[in-house]
T-cell receptor, first 113, second 111 residues
Framework: DTAVSQTPKYLVTQMGNDKSIKCEQNLGHDTMYWYKQDSKKFLKIMFSYNNKELIINETVPNRFSPKSPDKAHLNLHINSLELGDSAVYFCASSSRTREETQYFGPGTRLLVL | GENVEQHPSTLSVQEGDSAVIKCTYS??????FPWYKQELGKRPQLIID?????GEKKDQRIAVTLNKTAKHFSLHITETQPEDSAVYFC??????????FGAGTQVVVTP
């Protein structure tokens, strides 16, 4: 059940701080994603990496910067946190970008005060 | 881009009854349609998926149907049980390979 893992599970921080969320998958997949789930449960893709290359970059503020050191890891760094960034962030992975099942991590619950 | 609409937003059923959730999509190039179940505080988990070369797929009490002409697909849960209570999301891949999710359906199964 730890195929896709994220740390930390919970993150409570002040406005204006910078924070990072880490994601790792041991499924041998080559594509990884970041999703944001807001308070209304809507799941929206933010970024996708394939073999360490950025392939999907939705219209998110440039305060959000993903980094993929290798194809098993995709981290998300957020600068100058704002109240509206409070959400659950899910990492996911798949073996290809299209028509392939995406497996989600457990989520990181971010609360900005 | 792809737009996925999901209905209803909430669904209350008696245990043992059936539940049906419907989704429509806009991108005619979409050809992969997964359904995810998300229990409270947990991650979305795939329960069933269907590809565009198939019209129907069944897995025990869960079935999915796809009508490519009308651009809609549905999830059917038969003999519902309390543990089926969760938020269910439909999704469709768009031309760029992105998975676009519906807004979710909160299913409540009452004993």
């Amino acid at each position: 059940d730890t195929a896709v893992s994220q740390t930390p599970k919970y993150l409570v921080t002040q406005m204006g701080n910078d924070k990072s969320i880490k994601c790792e998958q041991n499924l041998g997949h080559d594509t990884m994603y970041w999703y944001k789930q807001d308070s209304k449960k809507f799941l929206k893709i933010m970024f996708s990496y394939n073999n360490k290359e950025l392939i999907i970059n939705e219209t998110v503020p440039n305060r959000f910067s993903p980094k993929s050191p290798d194809k098993a890891h995709l981290n998300l760094h957020i600068n100058s946190l704002e109240l509206g960034d409070s959400a659950v962030y899910f990492c996911a992975s798949s073996s290809r970008t299209r028509e392939e099942t995406q497996y989600f991590g457990p989520g990181t619950r971010l609360l900005v005060l | 881009g792809e737009n996925v609409e999901q209905h209803p937003s909430t669904l209350s059923v008696q245990e043992g009854d059936s539940a049906v959730i419907k989704c429509t999509y806009s991108d005619s190039a979409s050809n992969y349609f997964p359904w995810y179940k998300q229990e409270l505080g947990k991650r979305p988990q795939l329960i069933i998926d269907i590809r565009s070369n198939v019209g129907e797929k069944k897995d025990q009490r869960i079935a999915v149907t796809l009508n490519k002409t009308a651009k809609h697909f549905s999830l059917h849960i038969t003999e519902t049980q309390p543990e089926d209570s969760a938020v269910y999301f439909c999704a469709a891949t768009d031309s760029w390979g992105k998975l676009q999710f519906g807004a979710g359906t909160q299913v409540v199964v009452t004993p």
